[in-house]
């Protein structure tokens, strides 16, 4: 698997089948490698991911990201191969440990030390691919990793690591936890918006369900911040450094320090000033030019 230099998330949820079917067309038209999408409180990671698919011709989907909570090991070796064989080996499956309040609140399961169950279900998938026969030629997954114990996981057992609400310096810090294996695919908010007050109310808007989770805090602690960064919204040098906004030049240039921060990929979430579902098309086609 060969991931392009840009691709594009976005969440999914409230978005309905024409505008899913729209997202995966338009997305590959303007050249984007890979589209990235959630498994929230929705849509379920492989149906959707197979809907996708089916409205794009060499489109990468990927999952950004499954919740292993959400099905066991088995169902997800299943579900990757079954995706592969139908659409010509272009589903990325990424998987993740999710959050605390999502797992045993939601789910109703008790939430285990991320790595080590991680782990354990790698290798309970390579074992259920054995023992149903099924084991494919490429294993097509990424890993949510953010901490350097994750990230040394993703590079040592799969494709690489997806992090998520981060800095350009991430890039830089999972590649050396990979020791050099993997690719290093980096999600990245940006607003096209050039009025900082209208740019830092959607940042705040976006990344208010984020700011009460550790997983996302404490890898900001990591990444320089601190917790007067988590008061009355989030800090502005917080907002600022969670979404790129200014116009397609100036987010343009933001976004190349990813890539001289050792990033393989940048995963562009375009978020929308009106709160609306779905990409902020405007941006997609303003930073196209980048791929």
């Not at 350009?168 to 900082?196: F, H, N, W, Y």
């Amino acid at each position: 698997m060969k991931f392009g230099k840009l691709g594009v998330f976005t969440f999914t949820d409230l978005m309905n089948p024409a505008q899913l079917a729209e997202l995966a067309t338009r997305v590959e038209a303007l050249g984007y490698s890979t589209l990235w999408y959630p498994e929230a409180f929705n849509y379920e990671t492989f149906g959707l991911g197979a809907y996708l698919l089916s409205h794009s011709k060499k489109l990468i989907v990927a999952s950004g990201i499954a919740n292993i909570y959400a099905r066991d090991p088995a169902a997800s070796a299943m579900g990757h191969n079954t995706l592969n064989t139908l659409y010509n080996g272009r589903f990325v499956l990424g998987l993740g440990v999710s959050h605390a309040p999502l797992v045993a609140d939601l789910r109703g399961h008790e939430y285990k030390k991320p790595v080590a169950t991680m782990r354990t279900y790698l290798e309970a998938m390579d074992a259920a691919w054995k023992g149903m026969n099924s084991t494919p030629a490429d294993k097509q997954l990424v890993l949510a990793a953010l901490g350097p114990n994750m990230s040394t996981l993703a590079g040592e057992r799969t494709l690489g690591a997806f992090p998520y609400n981060i800095t350009p310096q991430q890039a830089a810090i999972s590649r050396a936890a990979m020791g050099g294996k993997g690719a290093v695919i980096c999600e990245q908010k940006v607003c096209l918006c050039t009025d900082p007050v209208i740019a830092r109310k959607t940042a705040r808007a976006s990344l208010g369900p984020y700011l009460p989770l550790p997983n996302y805090y404490q890898n900001w602690f990591r990444l320089g911040f601190n917790e007067s960064d988590l008061k009355d919204g989030g800090s502005d040098r917080l907002m600022d450094a969670m979404v790129f906004w200014g116009d397609a030049s100036t987010i343009k240039t933001k976004l190349r320090a990813y890539f001289e921060h050792g990033a393989d990929q940048v995963a562009i979430q375009p978020i929308r000033t009106d709160g609306g579902p779905g990409p902020d098309w405007a941006a997609l086609e303003a930073l196209a030019a980048l791929v």
